[in-house]
T-cell receptor, first 115, second 112 residues
Framework: DAGVIQSPRHEVTEMGQEVTLRCKPI?????LFWYRQTMMRGLELLIY????????DSGMPEDRFSAKMPNASFSTLKIQPSEPRDSAVYFC?????????????FGSGTQLSVL | RKEVEQDPGPFNVPEGATVAFNCTYS??????FFWYRQDCRKEPKLLMS???SGNEDGRFTAQLNRASQYISLLIRDSKLSDSATYLC?????????????FGSGTRLQVQP
């Protein structure tokens, strides 16, 4: 079975540019999560969706960040305009259900560098 | 105080040693607990869930102490391949939040 698929694996961009990260969750999973990982702050939840509906976006840093899930098999995280402090590894994860006992499966992440 | 806290380490241990990590969490109402393993430049992968009665998977034992609000991971007979960062994850259940909150991780280095 294919796991969570993220693209691109690496993104290098200049400050002010728009960045779009993509994620395909595991088929049949109905919860999708976007996390960001940095050395300073660790792994932080940005937003999560259940059945394509955003449930908790309290972790989204500011209005420059937006996320969508137009269907069960695709989600995007967009940063516009990007800033150097957005440099991090962005992970997408999915889980089978929406209960607190569900295990998360992570994608390989997108390493974002904003110059 | 961080909501989920871990000693960052590194823990440097020889092969064959037993090593234990703790992870404290802030909300006594927390329901679900997990340990994840993350190798350098890789994604976190689930190592094991942590059940109230404690659970074991081969050389790994996880325990929950609700009274003191921490979980632990014990690794027996450490292997070189156990070298990684171990992240605890807790569903804090506060303000209705149902997603996992992760600790910053404890780095383990097993030496020959």
């Amino acid at each position: 079975d294919a796991g969570v698929i993220q693209s691109p694996r690496h993104e290098v961009t200049e400050m002010g540019q728009e960045v779009t990260l993509r994620c395909k969750p595991i088929s049949g999973h109905n919860s999708l999560f976007w996390y960001r990982q940095t050395m300073m702050r660790g792994l932080e939840l940005l937003i999560y969706f259940n059945n394509n509906v955003p449930i908790d976006d309290s972790g989204m840093p500011e209005d420059r960040f937006s996320a969508k899930m137009p269907n069960a098999s695709f989600s995007t995280l967009k940063i516009q305009p990007s800033e150097p402090r957005d440099s991090a590894v962005y992970f997408c994860a999915s889980s089978l259900g929406d209960t607190s006992n569900e295990k998360l499966f992570f994608g390989s992440g997108t390493q974002l560098s904003v110059l | 105080r961080k909501e989920v806290e871990q000693d960052p380490g590194p823990f440097n241990v020889p092969e064959g040693a037993t090593v234990a990590f703790n992870c404290t969490y802030s909300n006594s109402a927390s329901q679900s607990f997990f340990w994840y393993r993350q190798d350098c430049r890789k994604e976190p992968k689930l190592l094991m869930s942590v059940y109230s009665s404690g659970n074991e998977d081969g050389r790994f034992t996880a325990q929950l102490n609700r009274a003191s609000q921490y979980i632990s991971l014990l690794i027996r007979d450490s292997k070189l391949s156990d070298s990684a960062t171990y992240l605890c994850a807790v569903n804090l259940m506060d303000t209705g939040r149902r997603a996992l909150t992760f600790g910053s991780g404890t780095r383990l280095q097993v030496q020959p």
